[in-house]
């Protein structure tokens, strides 16, 4: 099993790289499989920062401007089981470095291709800010399930043994979660919001084909994201759900009639 | 009246800079108000350490050695703040992300007691959890938040129907014209009093660091302040009643739950 950890803390071997070392342990203990776990610095990793260019959502991202280690990292991903990603609470969100990273991956929510990969989340705080840190990472990685959510405070001062035994507890719960996850490496069948979520991305690209053209190109001539069956009630389901949808929308746009009528024209 | 705009996108200029020379102009035909734009992309503001040394010992201490304590004498002398930034991936850019880390002290030692406006805006989706998350931070530094201003700006606006664009654009000015009515309003009226959420959070801090048994800089720096003394409710004078104090109270309850 393979494992990669995304270590988001610009101080690298804090909290957070502690817990994800629990994490790992307990996962080393329950396993008949061979786990190999590598660490990713965010800190350390040749990734700059996003300039904002928009050019890997509608070029598609080997356009992005900035030459650094972004497909490689990709790669690694892609070839990993899993993948945890592990940010300190700053200012109720997620450190700038996991912010980053965050960034930099952004087309794959509109390119899905994380399908393979379960998503650890987990965040340390020596304060508050822990689930709100949690629920920023939540998109990271386009198309990959986040199968666990981890937050642990990290107070600076020495814990009472009833809160270190409540903390233990759920690191290993999310261990062994975690890791029974990991063990299905197939292609997941898509759940009907997956399958809605799809259609509505692939009926985007189509509309908007001229300025979105890697997302058309990405999009063209699939059923869904990878070779899976859909089944037909999904499918028609589906189908008239985002029709209504796309209905309903189309008179939030702007058209020729002025209303309410002033005053005058009464 | 001196306002300063914090602008959070790497690009510069863009779609967000936009939105903020709209409110300047329609604030600037209301009166005397002086604009200043700080890009985040220009100035030398080093990427958080992460090393905690400005919450323990100080903001001084901090060992980057750059802008951080200009931008802040510049956001202490000015009368009006505009937060902005772009959505990415539901929520501040990396950019924005690094500016809020490094004055993540601040949290602890409010300071910018001032009429606030927090802009973003999108070619996508969820605006409003950026402007949900930049609100929080600004209330965290001490702002009193004038208004919020989302705009979902169509990232493919010049290719569309001249009709279709004017309407978007005369949609957008009426928008950037309350926000700029808003901000201007609360520039020359006195402090508005804090909702009950401001003042749980108060609550909350002075809880925190009312005693000098945890973190001893947070704990001077109230104490100096007069925010720990029993009747002080709020970081400045203002009329809070008992309904809202009894309110506030029961909203440190649901803050603690949710942060």
Same mark, same amino acid.
């Given at each position: 099993?393979?494992?990669?950890?995304?270590?988001?803390?610009?101080?690298?071997?804090?909290?957070?790289?502690?817990?994800?070392?629990?994490?790992?342990?307990?996962?080393?203990?329950?396993?008949?499989?061979?786990?190999?776990?590598?660490?990713?610095?965010?800190?350390?990793?040749?990734?700059?920062?996003?300039?904002?260019?928009?050019?890997?959502?509608?070029?598609?991202?080997?356009?992005?401007?900035?030459?650094?280690?972004?497909?490689?990292?990709?790669?690694?991903?892609?070839?990993?089981?899993?993948?945890?990603?592990?940010?300190?609470?700053?200012?109720?969100?997620?450190?700038?470095?996991?912010?980053?990273?965050?960034?930099?991956?952004?087309?794959?929510?509109?390119?899905?291709?994380?399908?393979?990969?379960?998503?650890?989340?987990?965040?340390?705080?020596?304060?508050?800010?822990?689930?709100?840190?949690?629920?920023?990472?939540?998109?990271?990685?386009?198309?990959?399930?986040?199968?666990?959510?981890?937050?642990?405070?990290?107070?600076?001062?020495?814990?009472?043994?009833?809160?270190?035994?409540?903390?233990?507890?759920?690191?290993?719960?999310?261990?062994?979660?975690?890791?029974?996850?990991?063990?299905?490496?197939?292609?997941?069948?898509?759940?009907?919001?997956?399958?809605?979520?799809?259609?509505?991305?692939?009926?985007?690209?189509?509309?908007?084909?001229?300025?979105?053209?890697?997302?058309?190109?990405?999009?063209?001539?699939?059923?869904?994201?990878?070779?899976?069956?859909?089944?037909?009630?999904?499918?028609?389901?589906?189908?008239?759900?985002?029709?209504?949808?796309?209905?309903?929308?189309?008179?939030?746009?702007?058209?020729?009639?002025?209303?309410?009528?002033?005053?005058?024209?009464? | 009246?001196?306002?300063?705009?914090?602008?959070?996108?790497?690009?510069?200029?863009?779609?967000?800079?936009?939105?903020?020379?709209?409110?300047?102009?329609?604030?600037?035909?209301?009166?005397?108000?002086?604009?200043?734009?700080?890009?985040?992309?220009?100035?030398?503001?080093?990427?958080?350490?992460?090393?905690?040394?400005?919450?323990?010992?100080?903001?001084?201490?901090?060992?980057?050695?750059?802008?951080?304590?200009?931008?802040?004498?510049?956001?202490?002398?000015?009368?009006?703040?505009?937060?902005?930034?772009?959505?990415?991936?539901?929520?501040?850019?990396?950019?924005?992300?690094?500016?809020?880390?490094?004055?993540?002290?601040?949290?602890?030692?409010?300071?910018? *007691?001032?009429?606030?406006? %927090?802009?973003?805006?999108?070619?996508?989706? +969820?605006?409003?959890? /950026?402007?949900? @998350?930049?609100? #929080?931070?600004?209330?965290?530094?001490?702002?009193?938040?004038?208004?919020?201003?989302?705009?979902?700006?169509?990232?493919?606006?010049?290719?569309?129907?001249?009709?279709?664009?004017?309407?978007?654009?005369?949609?957008?000015?009426?928008?950037?014209?309350?926000?700029?009515?808003?901000?201007?309003?609360?520039?020359?009226?006195?402090?508005?009093?804090?909702?009950?959420?401001?003042?749980?959070?108060?609550?909350?801090?002075?809880?925190?660091?009312?005693?000098?048994?945890?973190?001893?800089?947070?704990?001077?720096?109230?104490?100096?302040?007069?925010?720990?003394?029993?009747?002080?409710?709020? *970081?400045?004078?203002?009329? %809070?009643?008992?309904?809202?104090?009894?309110? +506030?109270?029961?909203? /440190?309850?649901? @803050?603690?739950? #949710?942060?």
């Amino acid at each position: 099993m393979k494992i990669v950890a995304i270590i988001g803390s610009p101080k690298g071997k804090g909290s957070g790289y502690r817990i994800v070392q629990m994490v790992e342990e307990r996962m080393k203990q329950m396993g008949t499989v061979d786990l190999e776990l590598e660490y990713l610095f965010l800190k350390d990793a040749n990734l700059g920062l996003c300039k904002g260019c928009f050019a890997c959502v509608t070029r598609g991202e080997d356009h992005c401007p900035l030459k650094d280690g972004r497909a490689a990292i990709e790669q690694k991903l892609l070839a990993a089981d899993g993948v945890i990603l592990s940010s300190p609470a700053y200012v109720e969100n997620v450190s700038w470095l996991m912010k980053g990273f965050i960034d930099r991956f952004a087309y794959t929510n509109h390119r899905l291709q994380f399908f393979r990969q379960k998503v650890m989340l987990t965040a340390n705080s020596g304060g508050a800010g822990l689930k709100p840190t949690l629920y920023a990472m939540r998109n990271t990685l386009g198309g990959a399930r986040v199968v666990c959510e981890l937050g642990v405070s990290t107070p600076p001062w020495p814990q009472t043994e009833h809160a270190v035994a409540k903390k233990e507890k759920a690191i290993t719960a999310a261990a062994d979660r975690f890791y029974q996850a990991c063990l299905d490496t197939g292609m997941p069948a898509p759940t009907f919001n997956e399958y809605m979520r799809f259609v509505i991305q692939k009926k985007v690209s189509e509309e908007c084909r001229q300025w979105l053209p890697a997302d058309y190109e990405y999009y063209q001539g699939k059923g869904y994201h990878y070779e899976t069956k859909i089944g037909p009630v999904k499918k028609t389901a589906a189908g008239v759900m985002v029709g209504l949808a796309m209905r309903m929308m189309k008179d939030l746009g702007p058209g020729p009639v002025k209303w309410p009528p002033s005053i005058r024209e009464m | 009246m001196k306002v300063l705009a914090i602008m959070g996108s790497p690009k510069g200029k863009g779609n967000t800079y936009d939105v903020v020379r709209q409110i300047e102009e329609k604030m600037k035909g209301s009166g005397d108000v002086e604009f200043e734009y700080l890009f985040l992309r220009d100035v030398d503001l080093q990427p958080c350490r992460g090393c905690f040394i400005c919450f323990d010992q100080g903001e001084d201490r901090c060992p980057l050695k750059d802008d951080r304590a200009l931008i802040e004498e510049k956001m202490r002398s000015s009368d009006g703040l505009i937060f902005a930034s772009p959505t990415y991936v539901m929520n501040v850019s990396g950019l924005m992300k690094n500016f809020i880390d490094r004055f993540a002290y601040v949290c602890h030692r409010p300071r910018f *007691f001032k009429p606030t406006l %927090i802009v973003s805006t999108t070619g996508g989706v +969820a605006v409003q959890v /950026t402007l949900l @998350l930049l609100q #929080f931070t600004a209330e965290s530094w001490g702002c009193d938040i004038a208004g919020r201003l989302g705009v979902t700006v169509d990232p493919y606006l010049e290719k569309l129907p001249e009709a279709e664009r004017a309407g978007r654009a005369a949609a957008l000015e009426k928008k950037a014209a309350a926000a700029a009515g808003r901000l201007d309003a609360a520039l020359r009226s006195k402090r508005a009093a804090p909702g009950t959420i401001k003042v749980a959070g108060f609550m909350l801090r002075k809880q925190a660091f009312g005693s000098d048994s945890g973190a001893r800089l947070d704990h001077g720096y109230w104490e100096k302040n007069g925010w720990i003394q029993p009747d002080t409710h709020y *970081f400045y004078d203002a009329r %809070i009643g008992p309904v809202k104090k009894l309110a +506030a109270q029961l909203a /440190t309850i649901m @803050l603690s739950r #949710f942060f």
